[in-house]
């Protein structure tokens, strides 16, 4: 009866309620701390219209990305500008190519190149800081080892050195960055799991008879997650700009086939003619993408990082 | 601190061994070649061809020969695609190029960054630190390849103050873009560095006993925090160079300085296996040196790491 009555009053309903938010999930409070950054939901929004653009944004085009529009060549200067009339949205490009058309193809390319690439780089570099974090001495040297020897080595030089030797295409170009990138996250990893190996309920678990393996995965794993998670938000941006520089540079992605970078170096190489459209566009959805991803990382960062609360 | 290092230097060797062996082999086996063309050459050309340049001998007498005329010669072969001239002729040629505006970006870096960091650390949420955090997000924001363009369209195409690209000797004004295209982000990053590591050394309690035993702000400064402050932005200096100098490629093609990136982007169109080879190797060293410099520079400043070397 008495306890009936305690647990009618006010105070303890209040009690239970503040216990109820303190025992939240850590991803549940992350999420709500993600989505309370302004910034960070205007930026996840942005992101996922630009996927939406790549996805679907070829149903509006009017024109193929290889399609040459004959009418408008030696008058690009003149006529091939952004146009609602002829269907060219945001003008032609050099040759006379619809370049909304190019501008979606550019777009699927860059996200699809910096968002495979990036995931899969965070995931050998998280998986082999786990093994060096983990089982230490001869083998964490070894692999520490080949961690600096790649840090040394300059990317881009090495990514043009592949790309002139395997030929230019899309799976060559993801591969290539996976194998340069592939430390990616792997120090922090590393560091996580030395100091989660040592806890008490890893102890417990060994004893209980796990499998290295199932510990790693089923208890070591989820307690660094959120260091995973942070990385990827921050390699991804960068993949994408690698992709794009040596895009730039023309050993990227091979031509009719497009990205984001290969178009701002085409926009760059005709600014002197005045046809700024061919620079404006490409260069506006690189900046976006990359201020969309800037802002979420930051987000994520806030949102996760222990230090950060 | 002279064992270090000599024992850094020592594992350099191997790197660039493995390095060498890598790329050589990814070039020999890689399908086509210099020579490959539509048109095929008649077997007795391609014979003579592939003597010439010694292609027709097994590989690790190739690759032997290779290593040997670098370590003793200083000689990287002749260029496939282009002929009559050496590797060793590209890069005298281009590389003092690249070098000048590198050069002068790692000053503007350190000059401009530092500087730029302190101030924003003294004036905490003022109007400078709000120039710098802007700045920051626009370097991250803007690669230098949206940068120059951007740059040429303003500086040059607009206003007509600088020459939008060439090098002309490495007079000033065709210094300038380069050398600040290359050095933006960097130095946006130093700021911010240099930034928050002075912040956190300025709250640290040893600059309270400073500031309570009644020196000047500016000796607390100069004297006490800044040197402590500016490590970590040494050790970044490492890899900002690094950076540097994957990103003076993107520089010497866009601005035409003539530089080797040029040519190395060249070579990879062409495959001229030596040329590309051999700035592979160029760039490596020069990464290696640099952060290796970086490194002793930092072992010799920083006491808790000098006392650990002996």
Redesign the interface.
């Known amino acids: 009866m008495r306890t009936r009555k305690i647990m009618n009053s006010p105070a303890y309903a209040e009690a239970a309620a503040e216990e109820m938010i303190n025992s939240r999930s850590f991803w549940v409070d992350a999420r709500m701390r993600f989505f309370k950054n302004k910034m960070a939901v205007v930026s996840l929004t942005m992101l996922f219209l630009l996927a939406l653009f790549a996805a679907f944004g070829q149903v509006f085009a009017q024109w193929s990305y290889e399609e040459i529009d004959w009418s408008l060549l030696g008058k690009i200067k003149e006529q091939g500008g952004p146009n609602w009339e002829n269907g060219h949205y945001f003008g032609v490009d050099e040759l006379g190519r619809d370049l909304y058309a190019r501008v979606v193809q550019g777009s699927r390319v860059s996200l699809l190149v910096g968002f495979l690439a990036g995931i899969l780089a965070v995931c050998i570099g998280s998986t082999m800081g786990a093994i060096a974090g983990y089982y230490g001495g001869r083998t964490d040297q070894i692999i520490m080892g080949a961690f600096n020897i790649t840090l040394s080595i300059p990317y881009i030089i090495f990514f043009v050195v592949w790309q002139a030797f395997f030929g230019r295409s899309l799976e060559q170009m993801i591969l290539v960055m996976v194998i340069i990138n592939w430390t990616a996250g792997l120090l922090i990893v590393r560091g996580q799991v030395q100091t989660l190996k040592n806890k008490e309920f890893i102890d417990a678990a060994r004893m209980l008879g796990m499998s290295d393996a199932k510990i790693i995965f089923k208890h070591i794993l989820p307690n660094m997650l959120w260091v995973i998670v942070i990385y990827m938000s921050i390699s991804i941006p960068e993949m994408i700009m690698y992709e794009s520089l040596v895009s730039f540079l023309g050993v990227g992605i091979q031509e009719p086939n497009t990205s984001w970078g290969a178009l701002i170096s085409e926009g760059a190489k005709t600014m002197t003619f005045g046809t700024l459209w061919q620079l404006g566009y490409p260069a506006a959805f690189f900046v976006i993408a990359q201020v969309s991803l800037y802002y979420i990382g930051d987000g994520l960062r806030d949102a996760l990082d222990p230090k950060e609360r | 601190m002279l064992n270090y290092s000599l024992r850094r230097m020592m594992a350099v060797i191997p790197?660039l061994f493995?390095?060498i062996v890598i790329?050589f082999f990814?070039?020999r086996l890689?399908p086509g070649g210099p020579f490959t063309s539509e048109r095929p050459l008649p077997p007795a050309v391609m014979k003579n061809v592939l003597e010439r340049y010694g292609l027709d001998e097994p590989l690790y007498v190739q690759l032997w020969t290779y290593i040997k005329n670098i370590l003793f010669h200083f000689d990287f072969g002749p260029s496939f695609s282009q002929k009559d001239r050496t590797v060793n002729d590209l890069i005298a040629q281009g590389f003092p190029v690249t070098l000048t505006y590198g050069f002068f970006s790692a000053v503007f870096v350190l000059v401009l960054g530092i500087p730029l960091g302190v101030v924003a650390a003294l004036r905490h949420n003022s109007f400078w630190d709000y120039v710098m955090t802007g700045l920051a997000?626009f370097s991250?924001?803007?690669?230098n390849?949206?940068l120059?363009?951007?740059m040429?369209?303003l500086f040059t195409?607009s206003w007509g103050l600088l020459p939008?690209g060439g090098w002309n000797g490495g007079q000033w004004p065709y210094v300038i873009m380069p050398a600040v295209a290359l050095g933006t982000s960097y130095m946006a990053s130093v700021a911010r560095l240099t930034r928050g590591s002075l912040l956190e050394t300025l709250s640290a309690p040893y600059i309270r006993t400073a500031r309570a035993k009644g020196l000047p702000e500016r000796t607390v400064l100069w004297r006490h925090a800044l040197k402590p402050s500016l490590l970590p932005v040494i050790s970044y200096m490492g890899p900002v160079f690094?950076y540097m100098?994957?990103?003076s490629?993107?520089i010497d093609?866009?601005f035409s300085t003539g530089g080797i990136g040029q040519n190395?982007?060249d070579?990879?169109?062409t495959?001229d296996y030596s040329v590309?080879l051999g700035?592979?190797i160029l760039?490596?060293v020069l990464?290696?040196a640099l952060?290796l410099m970086v490194d002793l520079v930092y072992a010799w400043i920083d006491p808790k790491v000098r006392s650990g070397l002996k």
């Open positions: 790197t493995i390095l790329c990814l070039m890689a997000i991250q924001i803007f690669p390849f949206v120059a363009p951007i040429v369209l195409l939008g690094v100098i994957t990103g490629v993107f093609v866009f190395f982007i070579a990879a169109y495959r590309i700035l592979a760039y490596s990464t290696f952060t």
